[in-house]
């Protein structure tokens, strides 16, 4: 199967490797996907706590060029954005964006759950209550 | 110079020897006649080619001429060994013992026969891939016509204790078949040494052409007889139909004629480059061998990285490097490997699994390259990997809560 030149390159080249501090009230921290399933993404929001901006994003995921792809792009898409504008991010969006064959797309789902446990991480750290997601369709 | 991409994926397929091609070619143009017409020159030359192919694959694997019937593929002789022996023989018994780990062409054929009033009995096997020769014989019952175990499987080269297993067979009348897809032109394999009645083998994983394989069927002590599963011209003495592929028949002989010569002296060097990978590859932290070390293929090498994901890792060097991998993300099902599962791993460690099959065209530049490439490439997606940084903060793994998917 080939793979398109986006995931190539976010393979290799990925944009935000890295950890953030958890311990931290404003850093937000998804953790997704299983090992027996062979993905598991760990994607990481800082938030300015003032502005409700994502000031920073982290990922780390253990899974085939599409998973590592779809995360890398994920931790681009939400520097520079509002929570609520995160919330909007669909699985879709990477689909499209990475040009991912159905085959791959549950990595698309997975960076989609890994934002959306990233920003309930963040909420309940912060007293608030966490947001209840329908489940995907595809899994 | 080291020419690109390298190819240590010879458990799938190898490259024809050119020396199989240069046998093969007069038969595709000049000597181009069908080996069954009786009654003019064309037809006597592709026989008499087909009768000297029949005595070179013969001999590779110790038996006479008369037992190695043509067929298309090892699948094609999976199928009519089995199938084969259970309708031949319906009136002794209807059930058969196999492995966990035998090849599609074996399980799903097995399958079949379950549907339309067959038994079967699947052996697990140990950790390190064999079989347990006590279950096996524990296994069998009245009723039992048929065992099959592979000589050695295509995913981890574990080599079954095939005179072992004969032996049992032998000593319950039962019949023995061998999937020995892997191991002819490989290692040494006698049937009569070995004890097998049935075994079913390729040209195209010993150097020779695609689309031509053989079943051996033994003739005497006992003298076996399948039911033929096409109907046709009585080709193969009756047991396969079908105008034979006089070139690549001419080319599986010549591809067993270099085995029978090169295979001591190839076998050597391949393992001594497939040693090297091996240890150089297992310098790595949390790297492990799949499958006996001991009871092992010489050219092949299955090794989990664990927390890296297969065809992630795949993809750090499959434009320059062809081999394959355990894991089967590309697959819907996700399901990885059921051959590492059997051995009973964790579907994490049979995700990170790569499977290496060196060949006689291997050279050691290209086992360098290999050993640089796939170390730098586990060691940056292990920078990537959240597993393998919580394995470093000696989180066990286990106990965490994942989310289902």
Redesign the interface.
Same mark, same amino acid.
């Given at each position: 199967?080939a793979?398109s030149e986006k995931v190539?390159d976010h393979?290799q080249n &990925?944009k935000n =490797?890295g950890?953030l501090d958890k311990s931290k009230t404003n850093v937000g921290t998804g953790? =997704?996907?299983?090992?027996? +399933?062979?993905?598991?993404?760990?994607l990481q929001i800082e938030v300015d706590d003032a502005t409700g901006m994502i000031t920073d994003a982290k990922f780390?995921?253990?899974? +085939?060029?599409s998973?590592?792809a779809s995360s890398s792009l994920a931790t681009e898409w939400l520097k520079g954005k509002s929570i609520d504008e995160a919330l909007t991010v669909d699985n879709m969006d990477f689909v499209e964006e990475l040009s991912l064959p &159905? =085959?791959k797309i549950?990595c698309s789902v997975?960076a989609e759950?890994a934002i959306k446990?990233a920003i309930n991480d963040y909420r309940v750290k912060n007293g608030k209550e966490a947001i209840k997601f329908e489940e995907s369709v595809v899994? | 110079m080291l020419k690109l991409p390298i190819y240590l994926d010879n458990n799938a397929t190898t490259p024809m020897d050119p020396r199989v091609l240069e046998a093969m070619t007069p038969y595709f143009l000049e000597h181009f006649g069908n080996a069954a017409s009786r009654n003019h020159p064309f037809g006597w030359e592709a026989e008499e080619a087909v009768d000297y192919a029949r005595e070179q694959v013969a001999k590779l694997i110790g038996a006479d001429p008369k037992e190695v019937i043509f067929t298309s593929g090892a699948t094609e002789g999976d199928n009519l060994g089995i199938k084969g022996v259970f309708e031949m023989y319906a009136s002794k018994g209807n059930h058969i013992i196999t492995a966990t780990t035998e090849h599609k062409a074996v399980l799903d054929t097995c399958k079949h026969l379950e549907k339309i009033g067959g038994e079967v009995t699947y052996l697990q096997v140990k950790a390190d891939g064999l079989i347990d020769l006590a279950e096996l014989e524990a296994a069998i019952k009245p009723t039992t016509i048929l065992i099959s175990i592979m000589y050695a499987n295509n995913e981890i080269g574990t080599v079954q204790p095939i005179k072992e297993i004969s032996a049992i067979a032998r000593k319950h009348g039962v019949l023995l078949f061998s999937d020995a897809t892997q191991a002819v032109g490989k290692i040494p394999v006698n049937v009569n040494k070995d004890g097998i009645d049935l075994m079913a083998f390729t040209a195209h994983k010993m150097y020779g052409p695609k689309g031509v394989g053989a079943l051996y069927v033994r003739r005497k002590n006992p003298r076996v007889k399948v039911t033929a599963q096409m109907d046709g011209g009585g080709h193969e003495r009756g047991m396969r139909s079908g105008t034979l592929n006089v070139p690549g028949i001419v080319g599986f002989g010549k591809a067993c004629e270099l085995c029978m010569l090169d295979m001591e002296e190839d076998t050597k060097r391949i393992q001594v480059l497939r040693d090297k990978l091996e240890t150089e590859l297992l310098k790595l932290e949390e790297a492990y061998i799949n499958g006996s070390k001991e009871h092992r293929l010489p050219h092949v090498t299955n090794i989990s990285f664990k927390?890296?994901?297969?065809?992630?890792l795949l /993809?750090?060097f499959n434009k320059n490097i062809a081999l394959s991998s355990g894991?089967a993300?590309?697959?819907?099902s996700?399901e %990885?490997s059921y051959v590492l599962k059997a051995l009973g791993l964790?579907?994490?460690l049979a995700?990170s699994s790569l499977r290496f099959g060196l060949g006689r065209f291997t050279t050691e530049e290209q086992i360098d390259y290999t050993i640089k490439a796939i170390s730098e490439t586990v060691l940056k997606l292990r920078? /990537?990997? %959240?597993?393998?940084?919580m394995y470093k903060e000696g989180i066990d793994?286990s106990t965490i809560e994942?989310?289902?998917?």
């Open positions: 199967m793979y190539i393979y &990925p =490797v950890t953790l =997704v996907g299983a090992p027996e +399933c062979g993905d598991v993404m760990r780390k995921t253990f899974g +085939c060029g998973a590592i &159905p =085959v549950h997975l759950d446990a899994h | 927390h890296v994901e297969g065809e992630g /993809m750090g894991s993300c590309t697959s819907a996700l %990885p964790g579907d994490d995700h920078e /990537m990997s %959240p597993l393998w940084e793994l994942w989310a289902a998917h």
